[in-house]
Antibody, heavy 119, light 106 residues
Framework: QVQLVESGGGVVQPGRSLRLSCAASGFSFSNYGMHWVRQTPGKGLEWVAIIWYDGSKKYYADSVKGRFTISRDNSENTLYLQMNSLRAEDTAVYFCARVPHGGWYADYWGQGNLVTVSS | EIVMTQSPASLSVSPGETATLSCRAS??????LAWYQQKPGQAPRLLIS???TRATGIPARFSGSGSGTEFTLTISSLQSEDFAVYYCQHYDGWPRFGGGTRVDIK
């Protein structure tokens, strides 16, 4: 069955960096686009970044553009989110999710990983 | 930017009754609309895509309808496991979620 397991979250000071990973199994990872989505009590669910199945295209929310980088290693079935210049407002639970072939929604989600940006 | 508005914000329903949740888009998203269910401490779970197509394994008591700017999720004969928060999300361009509707036990 499809499994997405995130890791790499934690507490980080403002201005610092953090990298999230998402290990995929149970499907042909290299055939699917992938998302990062985050959730906060105040702003709800927010799409952060999307990457094409082969990594050739990447799209970002305006709130993270220039600071976050989505990438993938299809040989390792792993998705990444490199987060630089972190701000307090980046504090959220971050989910990785699979993009089905029918559109930019998410048919399978990881369990979520909490990132707290605080001094 | 397309804004998604869900109503009501919360809904109290008795088990066995029907819940009707609404989602409105600020401009047309055609049928590029998904619904998710989220329980505390869990990731969202896809229920519906294409406004009306149930995802794999989703019971028939969940049904979606609408197109353009007005959408509805109907949950018939509510079961105890259906009490949760429900989100709509458009994917006609950059995807955005609505603010959610909480369905709790009356």
């Amino acid at each position: 069955q499809v499994q997405l397991v995130e890791s790499g979250g934690g507490v980080v000071q403002p201005g610092r960096s953090l990298r999230l990973s998402c290990a995929a199994s149970g499907f042909s990872f290299s055939n699917y686009g992938m998302h990062w989505v985050r959730q906060t009590p105040g702003k709800g669910l927010e799409w952060v970044a999307i990457i094409w199945y082969d990594g050739s295209k990447k799209y970002y929310a305006d709130s993270v553009k220039g600071r976050f980088t989505i990438s993938r290693d299809n040989s390792e079935n792993t998705l990444y989110l490199q987060m630089n210049s972190l701000r307090a407002e980046d504090t959220a639970v971050y989910f990785c999710a699979r993009v089905p072939h029918g559109g930019w929604y998410a048919d399978y989600w990881g369990q979520g990983n909490l990132v707290t940006v605080s001094s | 930017e397309i804004v998604m508005t869900q109503s009501p914000a919360s809904l109290s329903v008795s088990p066995g009754e029907t819940a009707t949740l609404s989602c409105r888009a600020s401009e047309s998203v055609s049928k590029n609309l998904a619904w998710y269910q989220q329980k505390p401490g869990q990731a969202p779970r896809l229920l519906i895509s294409g406004a009306s197509t149930r995802a794999t394994g989703i019971p028939a008591r969940f049904s979606g309808s609408g197109s353009g700017t007005e959408f509805t999720l109907t949950i018939s004969s509510l079961q105890s496991e259906d009490f949760a928060v429900y989100y709509c999300q458009h994917y006609d361009g950059w995807p955005r979620f609505g603010g959610g509707t909480r369905v709790d036990i009356k």
